[in-house]
């Protein structure tokens, strides 16, 4: 099994910015792709961005030139700086954690993210 733990979340005014965090224990699987996702009310869970255990970045065009993704393989960790947070950004992030090349994977409970305008 695998626990992901995510922190950081909380409100913001629009424009400012957030560092979420998302620390990964248990019997993790490497290579791996680390990610976060988010899920605002009423609408399906959605890919912010990906990582994989060689730093190779994916992201949501809706976040692009506003978020970095970043992790510490020797920390197991994960973390997604956001900047210029939009009200359209308040949701739910999930940390989440892939076997590389396999759907096999895991979630985090989530961190809130709100984005007062």
């Known amino acids: 099994q695998v626990q992901l733990v995510e922190s950081g979340g909380g409100l913001v005014q629009a424009g400012g910015s957030l560092r979420l965090s998302c620390a990964a224990s248990?019997?993790?699987?490497?290579?791996?792709?680390m990610g976060w996702y988010r899920q605002a009310p009423g609408k399906q869970r959605e890919l912010v961005a990906t990582i994989t255990s060689g730093a190779n970045t994916n992201y949501a065009d809706s976040v692009k030139g506003r978020s970095t993704i970043s992790r510490d393989n020797a920390k197991n960790m994960v973390f997604l700086q956001m900047n210029s947070l939009k009200p359209e950004d308040t949701a739910v992030y999930y940390c989440?954690?892939?076997?590389?090349?396999?759907?096999?994977?895991?979630w985090g409970q989530g961190t809130q993210v709100t984005v007062s305008s």
């Open positions: 248990g019997n993790i699987f490497r290579p791996n792709v």
């Open positions: 989440n954690l892939v076997k590389f090349g396999t759907k096999i994977g895991y």
